[in-house]
Every structure is written in C-alpha cells, then in structure tokens.
C-alpha cells in the first residue's frame, strides 16, 4: 500500500541551504524534493550525476532552486570538494542531510561476510559521515550555526545477522552522532540522526533481489503493517532541519512503522 503524505507547515525550510547526500535515489530524492517544496535551495550528491541532473530539472521547473555536484562517500576529498561547492554557489550552509550510504554486498551471517565488505561498510557508511560531518560544521560556524541530520537505521539498535557490518556501522554512526551533537551545541550546531526501519527503496528492492521475502518480513514485522515510504522519512529529516526542532540535538529518532518499539 502507498501512503503520499505531506507536510503541514509550509516553509518548512524557508530561505534556508540544505546539503543533500545519495540524493539520486530513495530517500535522498524524496528529501530533494520535499525540501525544495518547503522553501529549501537544494545542493544535491551523488556519484550518479545523470539521475541528479533530471532532479535538479524537475525541481527548478516547480520554481525551486536546486543545483548538482558528484560525490564519492568513499573518496574523502571528493566530500570535502562537494562541501565547498555548496559555499561556492551559495556562501553558508544551513543544513545537511548525511543520506548516502551502502548495503552490504554478500548478505548473510558475521562468518562468511569479507573483509572487503567490512572495509567498504567503515568507509562508507561511517568514515564518509564522519569527513562530511566536519567539513559541514566547519561552513555552517562562519554563519552562526546550522543543523545535520544523518541517516542509521534500525539495524544500529538491534542485531542483524543477515547484515553484521552495516549494523555495526551504523551503530558507530549513532555515537558519533551524539557525540558531534554534544561538542558543537555551544556553536549552535544541532546534530540528530534518523533510524529507518524496512522503507519502500530502490536499496530494499536490492536486498529484496539477494534475499527473495525480505520485504514481505519487514512489513509482517511491523505494527502498522507496511514499511515506511521514503517520502515519509524525509519528512521527519525536514523537521529536524527546521527552526522547529531548535531544541532537538544529539536525538536518534525511529522511522520504522513501530518496528523498534
């Protein structure tokens, strides 16, 4: 089933720059979107340009301001380079959204997962938030402060033996999370993390094609009966950028249907 929601306060993100990783695809497009409608101008990344490209297109044809840079979470100088792009075009950052990320490549147990996933796991999804995390703080302190929101997810707070170092990743990027939160409150820089649980992705459908019923067991497990779609994690992503969520730092907040409760 498919539930199109969508926010109730207009601008949302008014006159605020919002930096978006993996926001080719999922839920990184869903959030381009969503923050271009709430008054957001929009930096896009991703290693896929052409799919960025058509994005940027479609928002500057609502009326919207979006611009496109390619990125490599793997490549550290890469993140940083798509960080200054965004001073480049705009000269401050007001927001971040740490989307991108990697599933694991050979699913199954911690015994037969290889280093080269492991390896790829840490720079990825932990390293890659890490460099961007810092860079994003080092724009947004020449301004007065900021907010960055990073994508975990469920599997941080639980184990997942089909997926043992995404979890274990994704669990170092809650403490980091919590730990940036902490050091740069007194610059007025708010750092909160999201946990999806099962979502309606191009990256579930990937898993879904290495492990057929995945999806029918992410929606059997929760309480609502259905995953989350993309659109609705990007929402909670808008809230947590917004002036809305000004006292809200150092939070991992659940988007998963009542999976984790």
Sequence with gaps: ?????????????AGKIVFITGASRGIGAAAAQLFSAEGAAVVLAARNVDSLDQLVTIIRSAGGTADAVSMDLADSDSIRAAVARVEQLHGRLDGAFNNGGVNQQQIGPLDITTEDDLDEQFTVNFRAHWIAMNAQAA???RSGG?????????????????LPAYGA?????NSITETAAVTWAPEAIRVNGLMPGGTATEMM???????PGVIAASSAASPMGRMAEAREVAEAAAWLLSDRASAVTGAIVPVDCGSGA
């Design 1 to 13: 089933m498919t539930i199109k929601t969508s926010s109730s306060t207009a601008g949302l993100l």
């Design 139 to 141: 724009l947004m302190r």
């Design 146 to 162: 900021g907010a960055i929101v990073n994508t975990s997810s469920i599997g941080s707070r639980r184990a997942v033996p089909p």
């Design 169 to 173: 990743m994704k669990r170092a990027l």
């Design 205 to 211: 459908d990937e898993w879904e094609a290495k492990t």
